[in-house]
């Protein structure tokens, strides 16, 4: 399967990464190979067979409506890039 | 002090022959001399572990010491450290200081062990060589031209090398077992879910999976029994009853079935590598086993599955990496979306970026039933194989990896060529199933590794299995001519 260089573009954009464009043929070639390599899924009949999200089938675990965690907002700040008066600073937003 | 067990260091630090002070000592000054050759740590806590091997000597003086007390380990730079870089190998977290504890690290802090440092691996723990680390190749003691294998290759080296008789490792699609296979050391992958995840940085969360990596299943057994237990931060963690992983290590191997599948003696496996295998098989039977031809008939596809699932779930886990609440930001966003793009674009690598970008397209509408909803069909086939083959047999056997180390930069840029390096590995991560790696010899002098394969929650037979090889082997005491 080959890629066109528009769609490698537009998954970049959804993935939100910019990419440099003189990078973008060897990502088009390689994304494209990876797409051929899982073409290879295709030779098997996989209809009724149900799908496996999970290696053990495990639901999820409720618990207790209790809280457990304390606030602990200025250390996990002390590690952000930008932040004034307890907020993540952004670039503006809404004009 | 590197040549001992860990049965042979906790009775010495026991008897007081020598303190965890002077082994911890011992360890740093060999990482001091010898990481510059290898690149096998990014970070050593040489202030801490000092300080956590004093307090060792103190539990110990009191009575209070258990078998791990005092006996250094290495982590592996996924798991968070708190107050300690984690950088995960990646430039995004070259600044990332871990405001909590991975419960790994915490219940290895428990027993008294003593961190000596955070272990180089492939980005995101994406790659099968080291190679896509941010912080430069890991290279081979075997042989420093060579790849040790990964993403856990920089934990794998540091045992291999004798700067650690132990270490944490992560195995998302054979990133413990095939390194331990390319530097000649035992690792295992438990089942999915015996091991928390809690502070574990994620990738593929429903493959992701930590391990013991060790000289031999012996020592893998004990640093498991301290790894291994239910946690409630972990919402698939596995609540299965505490064992004692040494407890059957010497059981008989008579009338133990092995199953031998084709698939994994198949084309593409270096005939070197398969002579090593033949011998090894031998001993097995001569320890009383039998042996039995098998066929997993879908495990040619677990590749392909896996590089939709594993993707389309790195795709979604690393989107928290958006520079706004840690990690790396680039200069002078201009607006929200050049913050997010630039600081992803120029902070990941080209192993992450190309997988977020399959499994952003593998998940983008109109192809999820085409990519991810098969993927995840065929992933039940590959599973229902394992389900057949253990009903006729204990255990799987077969190559680790098909070759053995390979040159650094032979495969990185052929990303297709790099992931068949796996193609043995991967399905135990499909189906859950635990798997261990154990040295089997050598073909020119670079190590060749032997998987075992077992049902869900059959650590204690693989284990037993791995150590009556080891009685009768010893390949896992070798150790690099450059690192005596």
């Keep these: 399967m ?9 998954i970049a954009h959804l993935a939100r990464i910019s990419l440099n464009e003189q990078d973008i043929p060897l990502y088009t070639h390689n994304l494209s190979d990876i797409l051929t390599l899982v073409e290879q899924m295709n030779s098997v009949d996989t209809k009724g067979i149900t799908p496996m999200a999970h290696p053990l089938d495990a639901t999820a675990r409720l618990r207790a409506d209790i809280v457990s965690e304390s606030n602990q907002r200025e250390l996990f700040q002390s590690i952000a890039p930008q932040t004034e008066g307890g907020l993540y600073l952004v670039p503006k937003v809404i004009e | 002090m590197h040549n001992k067990t860990i049965a042979e260091l906790s009775k010495a630090l026991h008897q007081r022959e020598y303190s965890s002070v002077e082994l911890t000592r011992h360890f740093l000054e060999r990482i001091e001399r010898h990481n510059a050759k290898i690149n096998s740590f990014i970070t050593i806590t040489a202030e801490t572990a000092l300080a956590s091997a004093q307090a060792a000597d103190q539990r110990i003086a009191q009575g209070k010491a258990g078998p791990l007390t005092g006996i250094p380990l290495a982590h592996k730079d996924i798991f968070c450290t708190k107050g300690i870089k984690t950088s995960c190998g990646s430039k995004m977290l070259d600044n990332f200081i871990a405001p909590y ?31 896509t680390s941010y912080y430069g190749p890991v ?26 008789p132990l270490a944490t490792g992560t195995d998302t699609g054979g990133s413990i077992r095939q390194p331990a296979a390319l ?19 994620a990738f593929a969360s429903s493959l992701d999976q ?29 609540n299965h009853p505490a064992e004692d992983y040494t407890s059957h290590l010497n059981d008989s191997l008579a009338g133990l079935k092995i199953g031998l599948p084709k698939e994994f003696f198949a084309e593409g496996l270096d005939p070197e590598v ?21 066929q997993l008939p879908h495990s040619h596809l677990s590749v392909p599955t896996y590089y939709i699932i594993a993707p389309a779930e790195c795709s979604s886990n690393l989107s928290r990496y958006d520079g706004v609440r840690f990690g790396y930001r680039c200069e002078n966003p201009k607006d929200l979306i050049d913050l997010y793009k630039r600081s992803r674009g120029e902070a990941f690598g080209a192993e992450v970026k190309r997988r977020i970008m399959i499994g952003t397209y593998a998940l983008s509408a109109g192809y999820y039933d085409a990519y991810y909803l098969k993927a995840q069909q065929i992933r039940r086939l590959i599973s229902n194989d394992f389900v057949e083959a253990f009903k006729k047999v204990d255990v799987i056997l077969g190559p680790t990896s098909p070759t053995t180390a390979f040159k650094i930069g032979e495969k990185l840029n052929d990303p297709i060529s790099m992931y068949l390096s796996d193609i043995n590995t991967i399905a135990a991560n499909l189906a859950g199933i635990p798997g261990i790696s154990i040295p089997a010899g050598f073909v020119n002098q670079r190590p060749v590794g032997l998987q075992l394969l077992g049902n869900y929650l059959n650590e204690s037979r693989l284990l037993n299995i791995a150590h009556q090889y080891q009685q009768r082997t010893d390949w896992h005491k070798q150790t690099p001519a450059n690192f005596v």
């Design chain 1, 2 to 10: 080959s890629l066109p260089k528009e769609e490698v573009e537009k």
């Design chain 2, 101 to 131: 504890n991975a419960t790994v690290v915490e219940k290895c802090q428990a027993a008294g062990m003593v961190m000596l440092g955070k272990t180089n691996m492939d980005e995101f723990a994406m790659g099968s060589s080291n190679e």
């Design chain 2, 139 to 164: 290279k081979n003691p075997w042989d420093t031209q060579t790849v040790p294998g990964g993403s856990s290759g920089g934990s794998a080296a540091t045992i291999a090398a004798r700067l650690s």
């Design chain 2, 183 to 201: 530097c000649g050391i035992t690792g295992l992958k438990p089942t999915y879910g015996l091991v928390s995840r809690y502070g574990m940085i």
């Design chain 2, 210 to 238: 930590g391990g013991p990596m060790g000289h031999s299943a012996e020592d893998v057994a004990l640093l498991l029994n301290q790894m291994a237990g239910f946690d409630q931060r972990d919402s698939t963690s596995l």
């Design chain 2, 274 to 294: 398969g002579k090593v295998l033949d011998t090894a098989i031998k001993e097995f039977e001569q320890a009383g086993a039998t042996l039995h031809e098998i």
